[in-house]
T-cell receptor
Framework: EAGVAQSPRYKIIEKRQSVAFWCNPI?????LYWYQQILGQGPKLLIQ????????DSQLPKDRFSAERLKGVDSTLKIQPAKLEDSAVYLC?????????????????FGEGSRLTVL | AQKITQTQPGMFVQEKEAVTLDCTYD???????LFWYKQPSSGEMIFLIY??????QNATEGRYSLNFQKARKSANLVISASQLGDSAMYFC??????????????FGQGTTLQVKP
Protein backbone atom coordinates (compact mmCIF):
# COMPACT_ATOMS: atom_id res chain seq x y z
CA GLU A 1 0.00 0.00 0.00
CA ALA A 2 1.41 3.37 -1.00
CA GLY A 3 1.96 5.86 1.79
CA VAL A 4 1.15 9.54 2.02
CA ALA A 5 2.87 11.43 -0.80
CA GLN A 6 3.98 15.03 -0.49
CA SER A 7 5.72 17.45 -2.81
CA PRO A 8 7.93 19.31 -3.09
CA ARG A 9 10.26 17.94 -0.43
CA TYR A 10 12.18 21.20 -0.22
CA LYS A 11 11.36 24.77 -1.15
CA ILE A 12 13.31 27.99 -0.64
CA ILE A 13 11.56 31.30 -1.26
CA GLU A 14 11.95 34.91 -0.29
CA LYS A 15 9.56 36.61 2.07
CA ARG A 16 6.38 37.92 0.49
CA GLN A 17 6.53 35.26 -2.21
CA SER A 18 3.97 32.48 -2.46
CA VAL A 19 4.34 28.72 -2.22
CA ALA A 20 2.08 25.69 -2.56
CA PHE A 21 2.42 22.21 -1.15
CA TRP A 22 0.64 19.13 -2.41
CA CYS A 23 -0.45 16.02 -0.56
CA ASN A 24 -1.92 12.75 -1.76
CA PRO A 25 -3.20 10.64 1.15
CA ILE A 26 -3.38 6.90 1.40
CA UNK A 27 -6.06 5.60 -0.95
CA UNK A 28 -9.46 5.51 0.69
CA UNK A 29 -8.53 7.67 3.67
CA UNK A 30 -11.33 10.10 4.36
CA UNK A 31 -9.56 12.34 6.84
CA LEU A 32 -6.58 14.51 5.94
CA TYR A 33 -4.51 16.77 8.18
CA TRP A 34 -1.92 19.47 7.56
CA TYR A 35 0.53 20.04 10.40
CA GLN A 36 3.22 22.71 10.72
CA GLN A 37 6.43 21.66 12.46
CA ILE A 38 8.84 24.45 13.33
CA LEU A 39 12.42 23.34 13.97
CA GLY A 40 12.81 21.86 17.43
CA GLN A 41 9.07 21.75 18.12
CA GLY A 42 6.28 19.25 17.85
CA PRO A 43 3.82 19.33 14.95
CA LYS A 44 0.93 21.76 15.25
CA LEU A 45 -2.34 21.17 13.45
CA LEU A 46 -3.17 23.76 10.81
CA ILE A 47 -6.24 22.27 9.18
CA GLN A 48 -8.22 19.04 9.07
CA UNK A 49 -10.48 17.80 6.27
CA UNK A 50 -13.00 15.03 6.13
CA UNK A 51 -13.56 14.25 2.47
CA UNK A 52 -13.65 17.73 0.95
CA UNK A 53 -15.06 19.53 3.99
CA UNK A 54 -13.10 21.45 6.62
CA UNK A 55 -13.43 19.99 10.12
CA UNK A 56 -11.00 22.21 12.02
CA ASP A 57 -9.06 25.23 10.80
CA SER A 58 -8.89 27.12 14.07
CA GLN A 59 -5.07 27.27 14.02
CA LEU A 60 -4.74 28.25 10.35
CA PRO A 61 -3.50 31.85 9.83
CA LYS A 62 -6.22 32.60 7.33
CA ASP A 63 -4.79 35.94 6.27
CA ARG A 64 -1.96 34.13 4.49
CA PHE A 65 -2.64 30.39 4.53
CA SER A 66 -5.26 28.56 2.53
CA ALA A 67 -5.95 24.91 1.87
CA GLU A 68 -8.33 22.91 -0.20
CA ARG A 69 -9.28 19.33 -0.89
CA LEU A 70 -11.66 19.79 -3.75
CA LYS A 71 -12.38 16.19 -4.75
CA GLY A 72 -11.91 14.67 -1.33
CA VAL A 73 -8.62 13.06 -2.30
CA ASP A 74 -5.46 15.12 -2.68
CA SER A 75 -4.99 18.48 -1.01
CA THR A 76 -3.05 21.69 -1.54
CA LEU A 77 -1.76 24.05 1.15
CA LYS A 78 -0.84 27.54 0.00
CA ILE A 79 1.00 30.37 1.73
CA GLN A 80 0.74 33.87 0.31
CA PRO A 81 2.60 36.05 1.18
CA ALA A 82 5.19 34.06 3.10
CA LYS A 83 6.83 35.42 6.23
CA LEU A 84 10.14 34.45 7.80
CA GLU A 85 8.33 32.67 10.62
CA ASP A 86 6.66 30.34 8.14
CA SER A 87 9.95 28.47 7.77
CA ALA A 88 9.00 24.97 8.89
CA VAL A 89 8.25 21.47 7.75
CA TYR A 90 4.68 21.02 6.55
CA LEU A 91 3.47 17.52 7.28
CA CYS A 92 0.45 15.93 5.71
CA UNK A 93 -1.25 13.00 7.44
CA UNK A 94 -4.27 10.86 6.70
CA UNK A 95 -6.54 8.48 8.53
CA UNK A 96 -9.13 5.96 7.42
CA UNK A 97 -11.44 6.93 10.22
CA UNK A 98 -14.17 9.51 9.98
CA UNK A 99 -15.48 11.97 12.52
CA UNK A 100 -17.38 10.07 15.17
CA UNK A 101 -15.55 6.86 14.37
CA UNK A 102 -12.31 7.76 16.03
CA UNK A 103 -12.91 6.90 19.61
CA UNK A 104 -9.36 7.11 20.80
CA UNK A 105 -7.59 4.53 18.65
CA UNK A 106 -6.29 4.74 15.14
CA UNK A 107 -2.98 6.27 14.25
CA UNK A 108 -2.36 8.96 11.68
CA UNK A 109 -0.16 8.08 8.72
CA PHE A 110 2.29 10.83 7.82
CA GLY A 111 4.14 11.81 4.69
CA GLU A 112 7.81 12.80 4.68
CA GLY A 113 6.93 16.47 4.81
CA SER A 114 7.74 19.56 2.77
CA ARG A 115 10.54 21.68 4.21
CA LEU A 116 10.06 25.41 3.60
CA THR A 117 12.79 27.99 4.07
CA VAL A 118 11.78 31.64 3.83
CA LEU A 119 14.67 34.07 3.34
CA ALA B 1 -7.38 22.11 27.49
CA GLN B 2 -5.37 19.11 26.52
CA LYS B 3 -1.61 19.38 26.78
CA ILE B 4 1.41 17.14 26.27
CA THR B 5 4.77 17.83 27.95
CA GLN B 6 8.10 16.23 27.14
CA THR B 7 10.74 17.65 29.44
CA GLN B 8 13.83 16.00 27.97
CA PRO B 9 15.08 17.92 24.92
CA GLY B 10 17.88 15.41 24.35
CA MET B 11 18.92 12.00 25.59
CA PHE B 12 21.93 9.76 25.08
CA VAL B 13 21.97 5.98 25.48
CA GLN B 14 24.60 3.36 24.91
CA GLU B 15 23.84 0.79 22.26
CA LYS B 16 22.07 -2.31 23.64
CA GLU B 17 20.95 -0.50 26.80
CA ALA B 18 17.39 0.50 27.67
CA VAL B 19 16.19 4.11 27.72
CA THR B 20 13.06 5.84 29.01
CA LEU B 21 11.60 8.90 27.34
CA ASP B 22 9.26 10.92 29.53
CA CYS B 23 5.81 12.20 28.66
CA THR B 24 3.19 13.81 30.87
CA TYR B 25 -0.23 14.90 29.73
CA ASP B 26 -3.16 16.91 30.91
CA UNK B 27 -6.79 16.37 29.99
CA UNK B 28 -10.17 16.47 31.66
CA UNK B 29 -11.59 13.91 29.28
CA UNK B 30 -11.80 10.43 30.88
CA UNK B 31 -11.45 8.84 27.46
CA UNK B 32 -8.24 9.48 25.59
CA UNK B 33 -5.49 7.79 23.65
CA LEU B 34 -1.75 8.25 23.89
CA PHE B 35 0.59 7.72 20.97
CA TRP B 36 4.34 7.69 20.44
CA TYR B 37 5.88 8.56 17.09
CA LYS B 38 9.47 8.38 15.88
CA GLN B 39 10.82 10.99 13.47
CA PRO B 40 14.15 10.11 11.88
CA SER B 41 16.17 12.68 9.99
CA SER B 42 14.23 11.86 6.82
CA GLY B 43 11.27 13.67 8.39
CA GLU B 44 8.55 11.05 8.25
CA MET B 45 6.57 10.44 11.44
CA ILE B 46 6.50 6.72 12.21
CA PHE B 47 3.88 5.34 14.59
CA LEU B 48 5.38 3.23 17.39
CA ILE B 49 2.85 2.42 20.08
CA TYR B 50 -0.60 3.28 21.42
CA UNK B 51 -2.20 3.25 24.90
CA UNK B 52 -5.87 3.81 25.63
CA UNK B 53 -6.95 5.43 28.88
CA UNK B 54 -9.09 2.42 29.79
CA UNK B 55 -6.50 -0.17 28.92
CA UNK B 56 -5.65 -2.25 31.96
CA GLN B 57 -2.22 -3.29 30.83
CA ASN B 58 0.73 -1.34 29.55
CA ALA B 59 1.11 -1.48 25.78
CA THR B 60 4.05 -3.29 24.23
CA GLU B 61 5.24 -3.50 20.63
CA GLY B 62 8.47 -5.40 20.15
CA ARG B 63 11.26 -3.42 21.82
CA TYR B 64 8.86 -0.59 22.70
CA SER B 65 6.75 -0.50 25.81
CA LEU B 66 4.68 2.23 27.34
CA ASN B 67 4.85 2.80 31.08
CA PHE B 68 1.36 4.16 31.68
CA GLN B 69 0.72 5.71 35.10
CA LYS B 70 -2.77 7.11 34.90
CA ALA B 71 -2.86 8.75 38.33
CA ARG B 72 0.34 10.61 37.56
CA LYS B 73 -0.80 11.36 34.01
CA SER B 74 2.39 10.02 32.56
CA ALA B 75 3.01 7.80 29.53
CA ASN B 76 6.70 7.14 29.27
CA LEU B 77 8.18 5.25 26.34
CA VAL B 78 10.71 2.55 27.15
CA ILE B 79 13.00 1.33 24.39
CA SER B 80 14.86 -1.85 25.28
CA ALA B 81 18.13 -2.98 23.73
CA SER B 82 18.76 0.32 21.91
CA GLN B 83 20.06 0.15 18.36
CA LEU B 84 21.90 2.77 16.32
CA GLY B 85 18.83 3.06 14.13
CA ASP B 86 16.83 4.27 17.11
CA SER B 87 18.60 7.64 16.91
CA ALA B 88 15.78 10.02 16.06
CA MET B 89 13.33 12.49 17.51
CA TYR B 90 10.47 10.97 19.51
CA PHE B 91 7.08 12.57 20.02
CA CYS B 92 4.34 11.82 22.48
CA UNK B 93 0.82 12.69 21.32
CA UNK B 94 -2.72 12.53 22.66
CA UNK B 95 -6.20 12.30 21.25
CA UNK B 96 -9.27 13.03 23.35
CA UNK B 97 -12.16 10.64 22.90
CA UNK B 98 -15.18 12.64 23.93
CA UNK B 99 -18.21 12.93 21.68
CA UNK B 100 -17.54 15.37 18.90
CA UNK B 101 -13.81 14.76 18.89
CA UNK B 102 -12.25 15.33 15.52
CA UNK B 103 -9.53 12.74 15.85
CA UNK B 104 -6.69 15.25 15.79
CA UNK B 105 -3.51 14.49 17.69
CA UNK B 106 -1.87 17.03 19.99
CA PHE B 107 1.92 16.61 20.11
CA GLY B 108 4.57 17.32 22.71
CA GLN B 109 7.80 19.16 21.96
CA GLY B 110 9.75 15.99 21.32
CA THR B 111 12.91 14.35 22.66
CA THR B 112 16.00 13.79 20.55
CA LEU B 113 17.55 10.41 21.24
CA GLN B 114 21.11 9.60 20.25
CA VAL B 115 22.36 6.03 20.52
CA LYS B 116 26.11 5.71 21.05
CA PRO B 117 28.01 2.72 19.62
Amino acid sequence: EAGVAQSPRYKIIEKRQSVAFWCNPISGHATLYWYQQILGQGPKLLIQFQNNGVVDDSQLPKDRFSAERLKGVDSTLKIQPAKLEDSAVYLCASSAQRIGEFGVTGELFFGEGSRLTVL
Amino acid sequence: AQKITQTQPGMFVQEKEAVTLDCTYDTSDPSYGLFWYKQPSSGEMIFLIYQGSYDQQNATEGRYSLNFQKARKSANLVISASQLGDSAMYFCAMREGSAGNTGKLIFGQGTTLQVKP
